[in-house]
C-alpha cells in the first residue's frame, strides 16, 4: 500500500485540525498550540509545549517543512545576500535578500525548479522538481530572520507563485497572522508570468497583495519568443486579467519589464509598451537583466536604457529602472540552485 501524502498544517483549516486532535484523544486547543507553532515555522521536534507521544504522531503524519540555509552569498556593494536552502527531501531552492531605504526584502521561491520556460531564467532550465508547501514557504523566512529582520516579501523567486496556487494562498494568510511573522498584506508583492485564469481567481481572494506582471515584450511575437505562456494568454487576455485584479482589489499593477538587449529596448518597444497599457492604474518597473551562462541574453546599455524610460516618460507611464541589484551573487532566478545541481 503506497505511502499516504504528508499535509501541512498551514494548509488545513482550524477546524480540520480540531477534528485531527479530537480523533487522536488530544485536547482541541492542541490544534490552535500547532497551528502558532507552524505560524513562525517552528520544527515539530522543537515543539517541546506539545506532549512527545503527539509529537512523534505528528512526525509521522505532518509534512516536514525543514528549511536550512546551506550556502549564503553576499555582496557588500549592494547589501544583497542569496540563501540557498535545502528541504527535507534533498531539494534545493533559493532567495535573495535585497536591502533598500525602507527595510530589507526577501524573495521567495513557491517551487523547486520551474516548467513555465521564461527564455531569461535559469530556475526553469531542468523543468519542475515539486511544488512547495505553504509551510516551506514561511520556512525560508524563518530561516533568513535569523540572520536579518524580513519585513517584506516578494514572491519572485524560484517558480510560479500561481502555478501552486493552493498553497501560495495559504502562505500569503500565514505570513499576514498576527500569531506568525505579522507581515502586513500591503507588504507583500505576487509575481506571475502571466496565467490570466489565476489572476482572475486571485483577484477574488480578497487580499490586497501588490500583483506584479512579468511582461517583458509590448508585442505577442516579441513575448512568445520570450515566454512560453504567452502562446496561452495573448497580451489582450492577459490586460483584461490585469484590469480585472486593479477593480476588484484598487491595487495598481506592476509591470515588471527586463531590458534585453536588441530583443525589447528600443523606442518603438516603449511607444508599444506605453500603449498597450494606457489609462491603467499601474507602473512599469525596468530591470536590468542579470545575465545567466545558458542564455544568449545581455542587458540593454545604459544609454539604450535611459532612452527607453524617457519614452514612457513622455508617454505618461509611471515607470523607474530599479537599480542593478545581484550580480555579484548569482542574482538570476535559479542561478544558484543551478550550479549546485550540475556539480
Known amino acids: 500500500m503506497p505511502n499516504r501524502p504528508r499535509v501541512d498544517p498551514l494548509e488545513l483549516g482550524a477546524d480540520d485540525l480540531r477534528a485531527m486532535m479530537i480523533q487522536w484523544g488530544e485536547p482541541p486547543y492542541r490544534a490552535d498550540q500547532l497551528r502558532r507553532f507552524a505560524l513562525k515555522g517552528v520544527l515539530i521536534e522543537s515543539m517541546t509545549a506539545l506532549p512527545a507521544s503527539l509529537r512523534s504522531r505528528l512526525n509521522e503524519t505532518l509534512a516536514d517543512n525543514r528549511v536550512i540555509i546551506v550556502r549564503e552569498m553576499a555582496d557588500d556593494r549592494d547589501g544583497c545576500a542569496k540563501y540557498l536552502y535545502r528541504l527535507s527531501d534533498g531539494q534545493c531552492v533559493e532567495g535573495v535578500r535585497m536591502r533598500y531605504n525602507h527595510g530589507d526584502t526577501l524573495c521567495v521561491s513557491t517551487q523547486a525548479g520551474c ?3 521564461c527564455g531569461f531564467c535559469a530556475s526553469t532550465l531542468n523543468g519542475l522538481a515539486r511544488n512547495l508547501t505553504a509551510g516551506e514557504m514561511l520556512g525560508q523566512i524563518a530561516a533568513a530572520s535569523e540572520r536579518s529582520t524580513v519585513g517584506n516579501i516578494v514572491l519572485m523567486g524560484s517558480g510560479e507563485a500561481l502555478d501552486n496556487y493552493d498553497s501560495a494562498m495559504a502562505f500569503l494568510r500565514a505570513v499576514n497572522d498576527p500569531q506568525g511573522f505579522n507581515i502586513g498584506m500591503r507588504r507583500v508583492s505576487l509575481s506571475t508570468c502571466g496565467m490570466a485564469d489565476e489572476i482572475e481567481r486571485f483577484a477574488s481572494e480578497g487580499l490586497p497583495v501588490t500583483l506584479c506582471v512579468s511582461l517583458h515584450a509590448p508585442d505577442d511575437g516579441t513575448r512568445r519568443a520570450l515566454m512560453p505562456i504567452a502562446r496561452r494568454y495573448p497580451l489582450p487576455r492577459l490586460i483584461a486579467a ?14 515588471e519589464y527586463a531590458l534585453i538587449s536588441g530583443v525589447n529596448d528600443s523606442p518603438a518597444h516603449a511607444r508599444r509598451l506605453a500603449a498597450l497599457i494606457r489609462g491603467m492604474q499601474s507602473h512599469v518597473n525596468l530591470i536590468p537583466l542579470n545575465p545567466i551562462p545558458e542564455r544568449d541574453l545581455r542587458p540593454s546599455s545604459e544609454p539604450v536604457a535611459a532612452r527607453f524610460q ?23 532566478c535559479g542561478q544558484l540552485r543551478q550550479s549546485v545541481m550540475e556539480r
Open 310 to 332: 524617457r519614452e514612457l516618460e513622455s508617454a505618461g507611464v509611471s515607470v523607474t529602472r530599479r537599480r542593478a541589484l545581484g550580480g555579484g551573487v548569482q542574482g538570476a
Open 115 to 117: 516548467r513555465m520556460g
Open 242 to 255: 490585469c484590469k480585472k485584479y486593479l477593480r476588484e482589489t484598487g491595487r495598481r499593477v506592476i509591470f
